[in-house]
């Protein structure tokens, strides 16, 4: 049996429609949440938990320690110098280890290490919490447009022999490269110098 031409057309125009809502929406939509999935916070604990720092560059090793006065500073420099550290500057570096995102995650051998620079990294930040427990974070170079950092969390070989490799935000770099001066209390000169008294002078006898 010979279909009419228009029934044809109409045959066709729904299989198209049909085939456009499976892969857009159907496929596509879980496509789009398999990359939301993707984009994930890259460590789970809070600010309050984390007790101390240790920042490590190649220029320096830095060692944090949370005050164990509630007063500021909040933050405490124990080496390489020991002193009160600039509150603002720990203060970026915590917001983006609590509330970072990884944009991606890649699944790449162990072996390939060195074509991310996480062999030799930039940057290595070891977190210890109040309850002991221990994370790291290792950044290595920039991706192929500089929009993120090659890096990887709390580090360890999965079944398959492969590790994972993040993407996050280049403002790490940003705030774990800094000279030792930038990490120290800035100098409070709101409190001035009493003023200098001059003595009058001796007055001497005229003759």
């Known amino acids: 049996m010979k279909l009419p031409r228009t029934t044809l057309i109409l045959i066709l125009l729904a299989l198209g429609l049909g085939g456009f809502v499976y892969f857009y929406e159907i496929r596509g939509a879980t496509q789009?949440?398999?990359?939301?999935?993707?984009?994930?916070?890259?460590?789970?604990?809070?600010e309050d938990d984390v007790q101390s720092l240790t920042v490590k560059t190649k220029k320096l090793t830095l060692n944090l320690e949370r005050s164990p006065e509630s007063s500021n500073p909040k933050w405490l420099i124990k080496s390489p110098?020991?002193?009160?550290?600039?509150?603002?500057?720990?203060?970026?570096?915590?917001?983006?280890?609590?509330?970072?995102?990884?944009?991606?995650?890649?699944?790449?051998?162990?072996?390939?290490?060195?074509?991310?620079?996480?062999d030799q990294p930039q940057a290595t930040i070891n977190i210890t919490l109040k309850?002991?427990?221990?994370?790291?974070?290792?950044?290595?170079?920039?991706?192929?447009?500089?929009?993120?950092?090659?890096?990887?969390?709390?580090?360890?070989?999965?079944?398959?022999?492969?590790?994972?490799?993040?993407?996050?935000?280049?403002?790490?770099?940003?705030?774990?490269?800094?000279?030792?001066?930038?990490?120290k209390q800035p100098v409070d000169n709101s409190q001035k110098l009493p003023p200098l008294t001059i003595p009058n002078p001796t007055p001497t006898n005229s003759k």
Not at 89 to 111: F, H, Q
Not at 135 to 163: E, M, T
């Open 81 to 118: 110098i020991s002193g009160p550290a600039n509150d603002a500057i720990v203060s970026y570096l915590m917001d983006l280890l609590v509330k970072g995102n990884s944009d991606r995650t890649l699944s790449t051998p162990a072996k390939e290490l060195g074509e991310f620079a996480l």
């Open 131 to 183: 309850n002991r427990q221990s994370h790291q974070l290792i950044l290595g170079k920039s991706n192929f447009n500089g929009r993120f950092l090659y890096a990887q969390a709390d580090p360890a070989a999965k079944p398959d022999g492969n590790i994972n490799v993040l993407l996050v935000s280049t403002d790490f770099a940003n705030a774990v490269n800094r000279e030792l001066s930038e990490w």
């Open 32 to 46: 789009r949440e398999e990359i939301k999935e993707q984009k994930q916070q890259i460590f789970s604990f809070r």
